[in-house]
Structure formats: C-alpha cells, structure tokens
C-alpha cells in the first residue's frame, strides 16, 4: 500500500466516532429491593427513562432482588472493578472501607427530608463525592430515606425499651448507640431480615419505610414506632468511576438532568412513606406508636454521645464532616430549638 493511501486511512480513522464512550455498551443497574414496589425500584425507573431519553447511545437495565447474583456486600467491589457500573446502594454498608460515610446513616443527624435536600449541593455533597471518587464509584442521584424502628412483640418508646432486644440497624456506629442502650445488635442486609425476625434470632430493627414495606417486614413485625426521624439513610444511585469517566460530556449532562429528575420524585415517594406504613401496618393489625417528644430527645442525646463521637473519632476528615452537616442544616432551620421542633413532629391524628 502506497504511503499516500496509508495517510488517507489515518484521517479517515480518526474522524470517526469513539464507539468505547459515544456508543457505551449497556449499563446495568443492580439493587436488592422489590420491583415495581419499593420507592428506589421505582425512582431508579424514573431514572433510566428520563437518560434514555435524552443520551443517545446509552441502553440502561434494571436488575432488582440482586438477580445480578451480587451481594448486597458484594456490590462495593463489583463497582470499583467495573464488573458492575451502576447499583441503587446504602453508603453506611461501604462504612468498613469508607468510614466517613458512615455520615450517611448517623441517628438523628439529618432531621428531615427538608434537611436532606438542603444539604444537596452543598459543600457536604461534593465532598461525598471526592471521598466516593477516591474509592472507585461516582454519586449519582440524592436519595435520603426515613425510617422508624419495628419490633416484633412490644413497642419501643425511648432507649430503655430497647434493652435485650436482638436488633439490626446496618450501621456499626448505630449499632453503637443501640449496644449503649442495651441492645444485643446484628449486622445482616436489610434483605436478610425477614428470615431473621421469622426465626427469632431478630427480635426488631431499625430500616427505611420503604424497605418494611416492600420486604413485607410488615408480616414479622407488627409494632412501628414512627414520627420523629432517627434513622435517615442516603442510598443513591452511584455509578463505577471507571464507567463514569468513560462518557462523553454530552452523556455525563444526560445522566446529571435525569438524575435530577428522580430526586424530586424520590423526596415525593417519601414524603408519603410513613403514611403508607400506618395503613398498611393497621391493615394486618399491628401497632402504630408515635415517639414522644421526650422519648425522642433521649435517643438524640444518647446518639449525640456515641454515634457522632465514634464518627469524629475516626479521622480529620470525618470530624468536619460532620460540623459542616450541622452548621448547614441549622442555616436552614435556624437555632436549636427550631431544630429540634423540626425533627419532632407530632400529628395527634395518628
């Protein structure tokens, strides 16, 4: 072949398309939770549509009930090796390896969906995300999920009622407060609790609305204690970076749009999460208790005295992580007491 040719060749190659990151090859999403019921199912659907929509090139599939065969443990590693590109994940179940995000689950920290959303875009976020970054895996949307304790056969009240109760909560600096309280705590997948409570080796647990609905945890334990948040859970979608960095600029703006999207239906899904825990747990007549005020100010004092000491003990970063949260949900809400009349609601038609 003549040299003339060989440069025609050359230029013709490097006008064409890059097929690795233009023409991405499908992006699988895996998650744990019921299709078609539970609010991240849903919202990740959202999703998936609304980038489909508007990124050509990108073809995303949903996996639920971890029908990838990836642990919920497993779902860490797959990511950072880009066996997997994308999963619906809890940051506290990465806490092992990332401890800052243990930030993620902390009790009473994030006192409603309000605050969750303020903190989105904020200092607090991107800082989430270069953590996440350095670990192989890319935030995607902002999902802040409420939840309340359940139990099998009493009702929890403040932390005395918790004492000799086999309970899970899925994060160890959690798990301190309950261990502070009494508890003897476990640490299995929120997918491993309804087997655990039917044989009794889980007396309750500490889990999203969402979750006790869609696990049909509803079945097992019949009292719910609701109505002021500690337990709050950021479980996103993230991305593995390896399969980040491989879009174009063009599919990375799709994917942020579309991410938005979900969010805003994500907070509407949840902010009527705790009502459809009252009907349905009423509907098989169970129990609904509303945590009194003081009830809820004991379990925050106990939380503030372990869980967030443990977690500013863990390094530098993870101490102004913290102090940063708090000053940027009290902008929002405004002294203290304010504060704390936020996180306490009481609704006496309950």
Known sequence: MRFADICRLVLIASSLPDLG?????????????AEGIDGR???????????????????????????????????????????????????????????????????GLVPDLDAARALKGSAIQTTLQEIAENNGVHIVSWWWSPGGFFAKRREISDPKSVQGLKMRAAEPLFEMMLHEA?????NIPSTEAYQA???????????????????RLYEQARYATIGSTLFMSLTPLVMSLATWNGLTLEQRAAIEQSADISDAYFDALQRDAERRVVTTLIGVGGAVHRMTKE???????????????????????????????????LEKFGTKDD???SIYKEDPKD
């Open 21 to 33: 990151t233009a023409f991405a090859q499908e992006i699988r999403i895996s998650h744990q939770w």
């Open 41 to 107: 199912d849903r919202a990740a659907r959202v999703f998936v549509e609304e980038v489909e929509s508007r990124a050509k090139g990108l073809k995303l599939r949903i996996f639920p009930k971890s029908s990838l065969n990836i642990k919920p443990g497993d779902v860490l590693g797959a990511l950072r090796s880009n066996r997997l590109e994308m999963a619906v994940y809890p940051l506290t179940y990465a806490v092992d390896e990332v401890p800052e995000f243990s930030l993620a689950g902390l009790p």
């Open 182 to 186: 009494g508890a003897v705590v476990t």
């Open 197 to 215: 409570l039917q044989s009794g080796s889980l007396d309750a647990i500490l889990t999203s609305y969402e979750g006790f609905i869609s696990l």
């Open 295 to 329: 009830d809820f100010l004991n379990w925050l004092e106990l939380a503030q005295r372990t869980a967030w000491v443990g977690y500013t003990k863990r390094n530098p970063q993870a101490q102004t992580l913290l102090l940063t949260t708090l000053q940027k949900i």
């Open 339 to 341: 504060l704390i009349d």
